[in-house]
């Protein structure tokens, strides 16, 4: 099974600010991997997938990037609502794995 | 506007059963794949079982393999997760998802749109 490792756990930042998130993967996915953003109490949301691939509604803002087995997200200027947890999620074969997930935080 | 929404969810004793529901509309549900994704209190994400638009395709994570049945029925938009022999780890918020982007590799997707998740507690 693929392991997803996340870091960094928690990231403080302000709005305006830009935030880059990692995910790496214990062995290649290729470019078949996704990120969700989780505010509480609601379910995730998809905002990746194919590593760059915006999914459908998701602000310019939001960019991802890498192959293989190094992953970002990159938020290029934070907004209010972009503080929540982001997990990384491959499918490149059975079963599908999502990291630990990064806490971003308004510092 | 795709909606999932999921039912069936409750408390049940250890060793018990459930069988979660999705209703699904707003888009073409019997060509795409559905998945179950939990969510234990407090903890990250699960993906528990997956099936594919015809059911010919049927996957289940081990750590439910033998005790949960994912099905579907595509005539009712339907999704279903029969859970049984129930244990205190099941409990959890399931989510119904679908697969409507980027395809699928062996019962492995990515998850576009959720439901709003139901909550299984398995305490005696």
């Known amino acids: 099974e693929i392991v997803l490792t996340q870091s960094p756990a928690t990231l403080s930042l302000s709005p305006g600010e830009r935030a880059t998130l990692s995910c790496r993967a214990s062995q290649s996915v290729a470019i078949y991997l996704a990120w969700y953003q989780q505010k509480p109490g609601q379910a995730p949301r998809l905002l990746i997938y194919h590593a760059s691939n915006r999914a459908t509604g998701i602000p310019a803002r939001f960019s991802g990037s890498g192959s293989g087995t190094d992953f970002t997200l990159t938020i290029s200027s934070l907004e209010p609502e972009d503080f929540a947890v982001y997990y990384c999620?491959?499918?490149?074969?059975?079963?599908?794995?999502f990291g630990q997930g990064t806490k971003l935080e308004i510092k | 506007e795709v909606q999932l929404v999921e039912s069936g969810g409750g408390l049940v004793k250890p060793g018990g059963s459930l069988r979660l529901s999705c209703a699904a509309s707003?888009?073409?549900?019997?060509?795409?794949?559905m998945n179950w994704v939990r969510q234990a209190p407090g903890k990250g994400l699960e993906w528990v079982s997956s099936?594919?638009?015809?059911?010919?395709?049927?996957y289940h994570a081990d750590s439910v393999k033998g005790r949960f049945t994912i099905s579907r029925d595509n005539a009712k938009n339907s999704l279903y997760l029969q859970m049984n022999s129930l244990r205190a780890e099941d409990t959890a918020v399931y989510f119904c998802?679908?697969?409507?982007?980027?395809?699928?590799?062996?019962?492995?997707?990515?998850?576009?749109?959720w439901g709003q998740g139901t909550l299984v507690t398995v305490s005696s």
């Open positions: 999620q491959h499918r490149s074969n059975w079963p599908p794995v």
């Open positions: 998802a679908s697969s409507t982007v980027g395809q699928c590799n062996d019962g492995s997707c990515y998850a576009d749109y």
């Open positions: 707003g888009f073409t549900f019997s060509i795409y794949s």
């Open positions: 099936i594919s638009s015809t059911s010919i395709h049927i």
